[in-house]
């Protein structure tokens, strides 16, 4: 395997990490929020506050495996630049597209999204807890 092989298929897996990543963390996060929604008002065997560490936990670890994805994701594609010209072209056609010219769709799953999940939740704690 060549070194253009090799760091393309890595940058294309760190990608790829971050959308089933994201897939999953969204679908947990989602019945979290269901979870709270329907005990609001109800005495539990869980307490909220549990269920609410929980989300902004989940939140923060998301989003730092995100971060450490994305650093490995964006080294292997500044490697992959150096040895194909053709990422080059690639990179201004993106640079003509507002959203692709953040470097790629995926950074809005890298940042936005866990913090605002985790946002969300400290609401709810700060909320819980006042």
Sequence with gaps: MD????????SKFEVNMIATRSNFL????SMLFAAI??????T???PQWLLLGLGLLSSVVW???????NT??????????????RINDVMEN?????????????WL???PFPLLTGIVWTVLLWCYFA
């Design 3 to 10: 070194d253009k092989e090799f760091y393309y298929d890595l």
């Design 37 to 42: 929604a329907s005990i609001a008002d109800k």
């Design 94 to 106: 993106r640079k003509k597209n507002f959203l692709l010219s953040f470097g790629s769709v995926s």
């Design 109 to 111: 799953m890298v940042y």
């Design 44 to 46: 539990t065997y869980i």
């Design 72 to 85: 490995v994701s964006k080294a292997a594609f500044a490697k992959l630049n150096n040895l194909d010209d």
């Design 26 to 29: 969204l679908v947990f996060q």
């Design 63 to 69: 989003l730092y495996l995100n971060l450490l994805t």
